[in-house]
DNA sequence: AAAAATTTTTAGACTAGTCTAAATTTTTAT
DNA sequence: ATAAAAATTTAGACTAGTCTAAAAATTTTT
């Protein structure tokens, strides 16, 4: 078995790596681990030894297939959890990524298997976020960010690419919650903030921050 | 907030307190958590240190209020978590207890207390023990061993002394379940075995062994 | 293409929790 | 009441994961 750090290592290897191309620097590890570099550079000796990263010394750091077979049933458990969280115990999505960071570490094959049946294997985590497979494979979504959207068009939230509790509040607070319908009603041309009719019903402004961290479809 | 080990010797110390009258030893708490003495001494001396428990060179050691306050908590938790996996997930009494030593642990007020709210605010954990209060007070429950009624008298199984897997395991495979009604119809003098009639169906012979963990009202 | 800046790695140290072996204290047996 | 046995503690070492400071490699700037 492997030890809640590698997990979390692994994890995070694999979020960096989605979301740029190429290599995954130690410093960028180090930061969203918060840890230093010098730590980091230790654990990535230990992981390639392992052979769960590909890695030559200063030139970053790619998974192997274990190393993503790993990361995704990691981030498959605190998926699920999450559902849990809000869908059965009542919890906001603000509030479901801390919790589901200890859960996720819960070792039991059984455990998640039987979760994800009494949850009625669901396929999206209360923000959006798709759910790895249990075999290891993260399906492929297509969004676009509210940002993107042309006048005129009606789209629904589908998820958020900002996980901070503060931002998932602020939504919560202006009504932009998973589902809704947003109506693009008009994109200024200076800040490129964006006016919205939600649900057919208010009108909303939107800053260019906020819709750019949207995910529509 | 306590280590995921300080809890578990906290938790440790509380079922051997109860298990005897006085203080707790070292090699008992060594045995349990399947460490060596030396370790139990240590972790022992940081616990005095942080007021968990009353310990005095060599004379063993007791929780201080603080230290069962938190032991009871623990325990809260992992009986909680015992009931959801079963209740809810459909685990056996026999295997719950493994993944709750794990769950026990996640650090939520929060968790626990809507977990407890799903499950309807359950009194007892799959195997009838008494869940502690939120506020940290554990139910006094008077049950009485199998192996200790009358002939002739009829009780019900409301709990067991043995917790582990086999002993389970054969429970289920005897069909002497949590709540099954038992009619002590005779007691075999030499081995001090019983014969019994369970919900008025079938008959069984239950080895002393067998009785003296069976808890019954 | 060399110098400067940045990034990464190494070296050495620290903590929590564990271990073995040795020393000490308590208990039991004579 | 002493000797032997058992239990407990201390001493010193190990591992995983972290840190700071220094060294080395890479990248950027000039």
């Not at 970053?60 to 998926?79: D, S």
């Not at 819960?106 to 999206?124: C, H, M, N, T």
């Not at 009606?154 to 319908?181: A, Y």
Request: proline residues 3%; hydrophobic residues 35%.
């Amino acid at each position: 078995m492997h030890s809640f750090t590698e997990e979390n290592y692994l994890k995070t290897i694999y979020y960096l790596s989605a979301r740029q191309e190429g290599e995954v620097t130690t410093n960028s590890l180090a930061e969203m681990t918060a840890t230093k570099a010098a730590s980091v550079s230790d654990m990535l000796r230990k992981l390639a030894e392992k052979q769960l990263i590909h890695y030559k010394k200063y030139q970053g750091v790619r998974l192997t297939e274990e190393g993503e077979r790993l990361a995704l049933k990691v981030i498959r458990r605190h998926r699920i959890w999450e559902v849990f969280l809000s869908e059965k115990l009542g919890f906001g999505w603000d509030e479901v990524h801390e919790m589901a960071e200890e859960l996720e570490h819960i070792r039991s094959e059984d455990l998640v298997q039987k979760l994800d049946a009494f949850l009625g294997y669901p396929q999206f985590d209360p923000h959006g976020d798709p759910i790895p497979s249990p075999a290891g494979h993260m399906p492929t979504v297509e969004y676009t960010k509210l940002s993107e959207v042309t006048v005129g068009e009606e789209v629904q939230v589908m998820g958020v690419l900002e996980h901070s509790p503060e931002f998932l509040q602020h939504l919560d607070k202006t009504g932009l919650n998973l589902g809704c319908r947003v109506l693009v009603q008009d994109v200024n041309a200076f800040d490129k903030s964006v006016s919205v009719q939600i649900n057919h019903e208010k009108t909303l402004f939107v800053s260019n921050e906020v819709a750019r961290n949207l995910l529509v479809n």
